[in-house]
């Protein structure tokens, strides 16, 4: 799961996702100089952020045609009909830590770190967050540690993740509730 790449004319994206929610402290993380900095110093050249329902606006930047470039990409939008076109052209996804945007990542073997907003009440997401980080599928996050991650992340330490099997828990309440197996 190796994110990382010697090609110097690469495109290199790091997709930003805060699914529908406002999460303006993961956007506001992501768009600091240290963290850009941090991207672009791991060889990455385009930030993308869908910053959803938030207030905080980054700074969009663009890189000019032929010049060598000294510094990270930026673009954003709030939505979109479907976000699997960004997941598939990323070689980095920073996420929220909705189970649909970690599991659709994590299919897709891309690199991962999961960014827990510990504004919401009752925060179950860091749970999932923390015990898939624990199993070595995805680095976990607040956006006040973000930097430090970036920095010291080793994308090879990474084990791609393998969904399990439901068939047999099917079955079994398929037999519970009296239905045949076909």
Known sequence: MNGDSDGSNF?????VTVGTT???????AVDSLEVKEALFGRGYT??????????YVPSKTTQEEGCRQSSISVDFFTFSPSIAEFLNSASLVISHAGSGSIFETLRLKKPLIVVVNEDLMDNHQSELAEELAERKHLYCASPQTLYEIISSMDLDSLMAYE???ATPVAQSINCFLGYKDE
């Open 11 to 15: 495109k290199r994206v790091v997709f």
């Open 22 to 28: 406002c999460f303006d402290s993961l956007v506001k």
């Open 46 to 55: 385009h930030l993308l952020i869908q910053m959803g329902r938030g207030t």
């Open 163 to 165: 969904p399990g099997d």
